[in-house]
């Protein structure tokens, strides 16, 4: 069965430092999300993607994340300047359609930030 | 603020019992996803509703979509250690709105 995939599943930086996660989403599919959720706290929405731009994002998504789909399979996520409240499970997700929005996650990739 | 509210927020039962979580929220949604979540790993899907009143079944699971479309409940029969875990719902507004607003999830223990 088609799935998410992320990697690394662990990434540990220093503050300040820019960090690049990447995510391959199910092959058919053309919508992508990034979500991240706190330890402890619930699942929260950063940003959508579809044709090639930005379609929505949250106020957390502000001008040190960006993302971008530099090829036909991979979608990444940049943290520029990380800080310690960065640290948290990212997760993609893709989805075939927005009828139904169903969305399928990734494992994810626990950023700590140091 | 969209909020998902879920309940209970913990659950304790022993194998065999049946049970009920609750999704709710004051926002009419286009659909409503259930998800499984085990710690350290992504959201699982299990099922979406789409439709006001619309009931799914999964072998034990029954999920139902409220009738106006703000609210939903999963049914656990005869529950099994195996369905331990975190069940999350997360509302979705369809159109231009793609993303999904969660609930803060269940945490269900099932007892052998």
């Known amino acids: 069965e088609p799935e998410v995939t992320q990697t690394p599943s662990h990434q540990v930086t220093q503050m300040g430092q820019e960090v690049i996660l990447r995510c391959v989403p199910i092959s058919n599919h053309l919508y992508f999300y990034w979500y991240r959720q706190i330890l402890g706290q619930k699942v929260e929405f950063l940003v959508s993607f579809y044709n090639n731009e930005i379609s929505e994002k949250s106020e957390i998504f502000d001008d040190q994340f960006s993302v971008e789909r530099p090829d036909g399979s991979n979608f990444t996520l940049k943290i520029r300047s990380t800080k310690l409240e960065d640290s948290a499970m990212y997760f993609c997700?893709?989805?075939?359609?927005?009828?139904?929005?169903?969305?399928?996650f990734g494992p994810g990739t626990r950023l700590t930030v140091l | 603020t969209q909020l998902l509210e879920q309940s209970p927020q913990f659950l304790s039962i022993q194998e065999g019992e049946n049970l009920t979580v609750y999704c709710n929220s004051s926002s009419v949604f286009s659909s409503l996803q259930w998800y499984r979540q085990e710690p350290g790993e992504g959201p699982v899907l299990l099922v979406t509703?789409?439709?006001?009143?619309e009931v799914k079944k999964l072998k034990r699971l029954t999920f139902q979509f409220g009738d106006a479309r703000k609210d939903s409940s999963l049914h656990i029969t005869a529950a099994q250690p195996g369905d331990t875990g975190l069940y999350l719902c997360a509302g979705g507004y369809g159109g231009s709105q793609g993303n999904l607003i969660f609930g803060k999830g269940t945490k269900l223990s099932v007892k052998p």
């Open positions: 997700a893709s989805s075939g359609s927005r009828v139904g929005n169903t969305q399928y």
């Open positions: 509703v789409v439709t006001g009143g």
